[in-house]
């Protein structure tokens, strides 16, 4: 994409509630709009990085068996009151309707996947199964803060499985679990696996911790770097105690929630009479278990684990785009010409290739902010055509990550880009 075609631009101006790295940088380089506190727009780059991280996601629940659905987020009042959660969920958003009519804006989607599961799976034959969607949910959060990491509105994708024992159920919560490790790992962020309570009806769930300051949890981490323990469930826990599987001390962190495995077991099955029929003919209610992650918390949260203090470093699975193109302008016009022929040329062929590129081809931008631009938006590859690179007929070749800079020959810098995405 040409930088010129872009209608968003990038701004000096800090926004005046930014308080961590994400609101400032998201913002400033055009990834996300606030609309209001806790809800965003997602702009054209932000929205490939979203993309990139939901089908990172998506992959990885079609591995373990998820079908993919979607679910809307307008429900009954009724659904929500059969769970008692229309009145207990202090967060969920309230509608009236026409006439009499209530509505929940979906908070969270076992109300309605509950019922619509038992419309099709009755027979133990039936299970077991997993269904999964990704999709807006809306909670009225006391407070937002830290940018997309705490919305009002925001991305979750949500699977939920049915079983016939708990043993199957364990069984897969294990498989979901490594699918968890899987998104993360290829998101480019360590998020811990975190003990967790699992409220009233199961002894234990596990979170997703990304250790950042300008996370809400406070964490203790085995000295392995690991595992961890949730404070809200250890919450006499302290720096330096004993870990409780024994492995040695932990260690008290800040750390954001990326993802929430969780045992139901039967309670929303419960709520709707969904029970399915055995082999001897007798209802039984069915197990579920369901697994959320956030994908634009965890935008967010890679923002917060890889910046510096001139921009976003995105790694390479989730960048906007892998390249970003910068032509620096001539007043010699012979050589102004030969910038636009070779850079036109390194962006059609970086293309062909089937490489993400951003071409910065502004001619109303000095050096100085077109290299900021760079650093700002911070796409892994950095590649220079100007007069000085030119004259050894070459491009500067720069990664974000890193503060090396080479020249490598114009003929053979799409080859080599080319090696360097598939590292
Ligand atoms: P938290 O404890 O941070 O409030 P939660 O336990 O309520 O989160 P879940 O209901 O488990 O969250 O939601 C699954 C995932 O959705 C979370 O792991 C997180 O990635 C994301 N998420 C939850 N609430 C928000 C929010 N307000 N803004 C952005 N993402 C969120
Ligand atoms: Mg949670």
């Known amino acids: 994409m040409k930088q010129s075609k872009l209608f968003t631009k990038t701004s000096k101006q800090v926004p005046a509630d930014a308080d961590s790295a994400n609101a400032k940088f998201l913002v400033q380089a055009g990834f996300v709009d606030q609309v209001m506190a806790g809800v965003y727009t997602y702009l054209p780059l932000g929205l490939r990085t979203l993309q990139k991280i939901q089908n990172i996601v998506r992959e990885e629940m079609n591995d373990i068996g998820g079908q993919e659905i979607y679910m809307p987020a307008l429900a009954p009042k009724e659904n929500w009151q059969a769970t008692g959660r229309w009145d207990d969920l202090d967060v969920l958003f309230k509608l009236d309707g026409a006439g009499d009519k209530e509505y929940a804006l979906g908070a969270t989607h076992e109300e309605i996947v509950t019922p619509l599961a038992k419309k099709f799976a009755r027979s133990y034959k039936d299970f077991p199964f997993a269904v999964y969607q990704i999709q807006d949910k809306f909670r009225n959060e006391l407070r937002c803060k830290s940018g997309i990491l705490r919305g009002r509105e925001f991305n979750m994708k949500d699977l939920y499985s049915f079983h016939t024992s708990v043993e199957d159920m364990e069984a897969y919560y294990q498989k979901a679990l490594e699918a968890y490790k899987n998104v993360f790992v290829r998101c480019g962020i360590n998020a811990l696996v975190t003990e967790a309570s699992g409220g009233s009806f199961s002894k234990w769930s596990h979170e997703f911790q990304m250790p950042t300051e300008s996370g809400e949890d406070t964490i203790y981490v085995n000295e392995a770097g690991d595992y961890a323990w949730n404070n809200e469930l250890f919450p006499d826990m302290k720096d330096g105690d004993d870990a409780p599987d024994k492995s040695g001390k932990v260690k008290e962190i800040k750390a954001i929630e990326v993802g929430n495995i969780f045992p139901l077991k039967t309670k929303y099955s419960e709520a709707f009479k969904y029970n399915y029929i055995d082999e001897n003919g007798e209802e039984k209610p069915v197990m579920m278990g369901c697994y959320g992650i956030g994908p634009s918390r965890t935008m967010g949260a890679i923002v917060e684990a890889n910046h510096d203090d001139k921009g976003m470093i995105w790694p390479k699975s989730v960048a906007p785009f892998a390249v970003h193109l910068v032509s620096l302008g001539s007043k010699d016009e012979t050589i102004q010409d030969r910038i636009d022929t070779v850079s036109e040329a390194v962006y059609t062929d970086l293309q062909k290739a089937g490489i ?68």
């Open 356 to 423: 993400e590129v951003l071409w910065n081809d502004r001619t109303d931008q000095s050096f100085g902010e077109k290299f900021a631009d760079a650093d700002l938006i911070g796409l892994p590859l950095r590649l220079v055509v100007s007069e000085k690179t030119l004259a050894e007929d070459s491009i500067e070749w720069k990664e974000r990550a890193s503060t090396d800079m080479r020249l490598v020959k114009i003929q053979s810098a799409v080859e080599e880009v080319a090696s360097w995405v598939k590292e």
